[in-house]
């Protein structure tokens, strides 16, 4: 009876572990400036990285360095959690956002290219973005 009890903690300690490693390999979990709790997201795939990330200090280059995160908040509806990273020039900040990880050449301004693997609308954004700024 005794190695049946041990059996059966070790069996529920297994799936605690490694239903919490599945869990965190779900999520983003996103420190933003002005947020006293960290902000929750699911990611459009399993996988690890990228899954604390503190944007307190981003500045365009971090944008540029995490797609998945900036895509997906854009995806999500709340691009506004980076916007300490782009420009208050009157511009989208989804805009600007997509117009900063679409092309890995762009200036710290924002001014992008457009890239092949954008949609029609991330095109359209960029395009935006580039007429307002020049």
Do not use: C
């Not at 049946?4 to 605690?16: I, P, T």
């Not at 919490?20 to 947020?35: D, E, K, N, T």
């Not at 990285?49 to 900036?70: C, E, L, S």
């Not at 900063?100 to 457009?114: D, H, K, L």
């Amino acid at each position: 009876m005794k190695q049946f009890k041990q059996l059966v903690r070790s069996v529920m300690l297994v799936l605690l572990v490694g239903g919490w490693a599945l869990a965190s390999a779900a999520v983003h979990v996103i420190r933003a400036p002005g947020q006293s709790l960290p902000i929750f997201i699911t990611k459009d795939h399993l996988g690890y990285k990228d899954t604390y990330v503190d944007t307190r200090a981003w500045t365009i280059n971090d944008d540029r360095a995490h797609p998945a995160v900036v895509l997906r908040l854009i995806h999500l509806g709340q691009a506004d959690v980076l916007a300490h990273t782009v420009n208050s020039n009157g511009v989208p900040v989804e805009a600007q956002l997509l117009a900063i990880v679409g092309s890995p050449n762009t200036t710290t301004s924002g001014a992008a290219a457009t890239d092949t693997s954008l949609t029609d609308k991330g095109k359209a954004a960029v395009d935006a973005v580039k007429s307002k700024l020049n």
